[in-house]
C-alpha cells in the first residue's frame, strides 16, 4: 500500500484553497499548504500570532529569525503583508474575516468532532487559537494522518482525547483518503494513489460510507 507523505497531503488541500480566500493554517501539516498554492490564484494566509500575507517557507539560509508563524516557524511574507498584535489577529478570526481555516488533529469523529490540542498526562503549552478557529470557522479542513503510529485509527465514533471543537470539521486529507463528514459518518470521496478502499475501510474506526468507484486523488 502506497501511503501520501505530509507534502502529499498539503498538496492535495491545496487545491481546496479559491482565489480571493482568507486561510489561516494550523500547525503542523496545514503550514506546508501555502508551498502548494497554484500561481494564478491569490490568497492572503493569516497567522494568529498577527500575520496577513504569508509567503511559502523560506529557503535554507534565508530565514529571518523575526518573521514567524504561530507555530514559531520561519516564514516568508508577500508584498502588502502585514503585522499586528495578537487582539486584531483574533478580532479577525472572532469576525469570521478567514473563509478557510486548515488545521491539524490526533482525533476526529464521524460527527465532525476535533480533539487536537491535549493528550492528558502530556505537558502542553495551552491550546493557543484552535479553540477560536474552530467555534468561528465555516469551512474547516483538517490534515491529518489516518492512523497512529501503533496502527490505531484516528477517524472514530467518538473523540477519546479532550475536544477542541464540536461538529466543526466538514473534510478530512490524510494520507489514505479525502473524506466529507456527513450526518451519517464520514464519506469517502476520493483515495490517494495506490490506496484501496479496503485499505480505507481497515483504517477507519467511524462510520465509512462511500458509492461505487471511488476516483483516485489527482495531485
Known amino acids: 500500500m502506497t501511503m501520501l507523505d505530509k507534502n502529499g497531503i498539503a498538496k492535495r488541500i491545496a487545491q481546496e484553497v479559491k482565489d480571493g480566500y482568507y486561510v489561516n493554517l494550523g500547525i503542523g501539516i496545514p503550514t ?30 534565508e530565514e529571518d529569525a523575526d518573521i514567524i508563524n504561530a ?40 460527527n465532525g468532532d476535533i480533539a487536537n490540542w491535549k493528550i492528558p498526562g502530556k505537558m502542553v503549552k495551552g491550546m493557543g487559537g484552535a479553540m477560536d478557529l474552530v467555534a468561528s470557522a465555516e469551512n474547516i479542513i483538517v490534515a491529518m494522518l489516518h ?29 489514505l483518503a479525502v473524506l466529507e463528514v456527513t450526518p451519517r459518518g464520514f464519506k469517502l470521496l476520493e483515495r490517494a494513489p495506490g490506496v484501496s478502499v479496503a485499505d480505507i475501510v481497515n483504517a477507519t474506526e467511524g462510520a465509512l460510507l462511500f458509492d461505487g468507484d471511488v476516483p483516485e486523488m489527482k495531485l
Not at 498577527?50 to 517557507?57: A, R
Request: aromatic content about 8%.
Open 147 to 175: 492512523t497512529n503510529r501503533a496502527g490505531d485509527s484516528k477517524l472514530l465514533k467518538e473523540c477519546t482525547l479532550p475536544l477542541t471543537g464540536v461538529g466543526c470539521v466538514k473534510k478530512i486529507v490524510t494520507n
Open 32 to 61: 506546508l499548504v501555502a508551498n502548494f498554492v497554484r500561481d494564478d490564484i491569490e490568497i492572503e494566509f493569516q497567522s494568529e500570532n498577527g500575520v496577513l500575507g504569508m509567503g511559502p517557507f523560506p529557503f535554507e539560509g
Open 71 to 110: 507555530g514559531k516557524q520561519t516564514i516568508t511574507t508577500l508584498p502588502g503583508a502585514s503585522f499586528f498584535d495578537s487582539a486584531t489577529s483574533f478580532g479577525m478570526i472572532r469576525g469570521q474575516h478567514v473563509d478557510l481555516t486548515i488545521l491539524g488533529a490526533m482525533e476526529v469523529a464521524q
